[in-house]
């Protein structure tokens, strides 16, 4: 059964704003060193040099944390999204700018275990899995306003999906790629993105072989 969802207070203040980071950076910390599951809110309290009272006034319970701990990533992925699309001024360069953040995905998945727990977090709890949808379809949509300048002859509602079962289609293979060892997992995502871009780059004149090297 899902947790209900618990509404935690905002900090408001300069002092209580860095109160909550130290929260958040150290339920990442015992994350990473223990998981989710074995942490504790005292723990979380006591590494933090907060009161257990301070951290329940802004944190309710565990998954509130989790939840914080998502909403940052997904602040975090949008803005880099957001940025190398951005650059992005023809074809070539918006295919080159999709591989480059999925291998920038990839790292940030092998690098903070934290994104295990939040996934995991995604099967019971029904607002970060709202969470999660809402930061895919917003990413999808970021992809396909740049995909439409490269295919005007395409639907958008086509491409609006297209793009959204793409970066799903991400999303499930990097839960994939860090569940097993590195080298199957570099594989995986080595395939997907193959095809990922196949599909990105259609029937247009810069075929695959023209992905970047480092893809072949």
């Known amino acids: 059964m899902a947790p209900p969802h618990t509404t935690r207070k905002e900090p408001t203040q300069q002092r209580s704003r860095e109160r909550v980071e130290r929260m958040l950076t150290a339920a990442r910390g015992l994350i990473a060193e223990r998981g989710s599951d074995a942490m504790k809110m005292g723990e979380v309290a006591e590494r933090a040099g907060v009161s257990i009272g301070s951290l329940y006034q802004f944190f309710p319970d565990k998954s509130a944390v989790i939840r914080a701990l998502a909403e940052r990533f997904t602040a975090d992925n949008r803005a880099c999204i957001d940025a190398e699309l951005a650059r992005v001024r023809d074809e070539p360069g918006f295919l ?6 999925v291998d920038t995905y990839y790292s940030i998945c092998l690098a903070e275990p934290v994104m295990r727990d939040i996934w995991s977090g995604t099967q019971v709890d029904k607002t970060l899995r709202e969470l999660e949808l809402a930061d895919s379809r917003a990413c999808a949509n970021a992809v396909a306003t740049v995909w439409r300048r490269f295919r005007p002859e395409a639907k958008p509602d086509d491409l609006a999906s297209t793009a959204f079962l793409i970066w799903q289609l991400g ?7 860090i569940s097993v060892d590195r080298a ?13 871009l196949r599909e990105l780059a259609g029937n247009s004149a810069w075929q695959l072989h023209n992905i970047p090297a480092k893809l072949d």
């Open 96 to 101: 080159s700018a999709f591989a480059g953040l």
């Open 171 to 177: 999303e499930a293979t990097m839960r994939l790629a």
């Open 184 to 196: 199957e997992g570099d594989r995986l995502v080595e395939i997907y993105k193959r095809m990922a």
